[in-house]
């Protein structure tokens, strides 16, 4: 309601300038420029706009995925582990995201939360150095040291899995170590970068044309978090006004044309037949994540035939052994 209401009020205020402009010629310049301003947009649209990957890596990399787990296994094991990504593979997943963050200090490390709290502090990661990060028991028990980014990829290297890193925070020095390390392991056909930050992507697309990167969007992404409305009864109007702006960008393949993304990481519950083949037709792929029932896993996996980010892999597709006959099938329909 608040958006339309902003929207109303937008074009009173235009058709008053409008009328203003009669009489004084500042107004005529106003208006003037805020009339052409649609035409200048779409200039800089053309101009600016970047192109997605066309190299043959990027039908390498989706041809090997098919299930992907989120940080790995959980319930039995902590998530973001060696533990957890040992225990995914076995469970059927050919692919692990990771969250990657950077320390103060510069080193790369595998966390979900961009803090730790323990009985006596809180660490922020960004604010901590890596020596400090290195000593605390995050996940308790003998398992409890935070993974480092190095570990991680060396692990899914050697045991032929598909990744994605997912940016939780826009960082230059973050997306520079990324590619060198994508560059320096010759990984384009095994990696692709996710992120919810329009800014890091267009800083990754500008700086390699070969990286493969994903859009992460949902329909509530700025007025709802983990549950809770974001902003108060004074503020919740922006939040929501930028959830639609994201949700019509995204819906329009505005704003992934012109980022020049591969694939949209898209929620089970935006994700709809006609999204899907707008995107194909433009080249862009797509992944579903929060998938948790059966249904949802047998219409998009396999009656639409795309990539899944699950959970919790044994509850969604069963016995290990089950995953990996349902995974390659798919593979010898692809």
Not at 26 to 38: G, S
Request: aromatic share 8%; proline share 2%; net charge negative.
């Amino acid at each position: 309601m608040i958006p339309l209401l902003i929207w109303f009020m937008v074009i009173v205020l235009i058709a008053l300038l409008a009328c203003l402009a009669i009489k004084f010629l500042t107004l005529r310049i106003i208006l003037a420029l805020i009339l052409t301003l649609p035409i200048l947009i779409s200039i800089a649209f053309c101009v600016l706009r970047r192109s997605p990957v066309t190299e043959s890596n990027k039908p390498l990399f989706f041809n090997s995925i098919n299930i992907v787990s989120e940080r790995g296994a959980h319930g039995t094991v902590h998530e973001n582990t060696i533990a957890a990504f040992r225990q995914a593979k076995q469970n059927g997943a050919d692919t692990i995201k990771m969250d990657v963050r950077m320390t103060k200090d510069g080193m790369l490390i595998v966390l979900r939360p961009d803090s730790v709290t323990t009985d006596n502090a809180t660490f922020v990661v960004e604010e901590t150095h890596w020596i400090q990060m290195s000593q605390i028991n995050a996940y308790g028990g003998n398992n409890g040291t935070i993974l480092t980014f190095d570990e991680a990829v060396s692990w899914c290297e050697s045991n032929n899995m598909n990744m994605l890193w997912h940016i939780p925070d826009f960082s230059s020095d973050l997306l520079t170590y990324l590619r060198n390390k994508i560059m320096q392991d010759n990984l384009y056909s095994k990696v692709a970068v996710t992120t919810y930050c329009s800014l890091a992507i267009l800083k990754m697309r500008c700086t390699d044309t070969q990286l493969l990167i994903g859009l992460v969007w949902k329909s509530t992404e700025h007025s709802i978090v983990n549950g809770t409305a974001v902003g108060n009864q004074y503020t919740s109007w922006y939040f929501s006004m930028m959830d639609t702006f994201t949700y019509w960008g995204v819906r329009s393949l505005l704003l992934p044309n012109f980022l020049g993304v591969d694939f949209l990481v898209t929620s089970v519950d935006d994700a709809d037949r006609a999204l899907i083949v707008e995107s194909a037709t433009s080249g862009i792929k797509t992944l579903i994540y929060d998938v948790e029932t059966t249904q949802e896993r047998n219409y998009f996996a396999r009656q639409l035939q795309l990539p899944i980010v699950v959970d919790d892999l044994v509850a969604l597709l069963g016995t290990s052994s089950s995953a990996a006959s349902s995974n390659n099938t798919r593979r010898n329909s692809n």
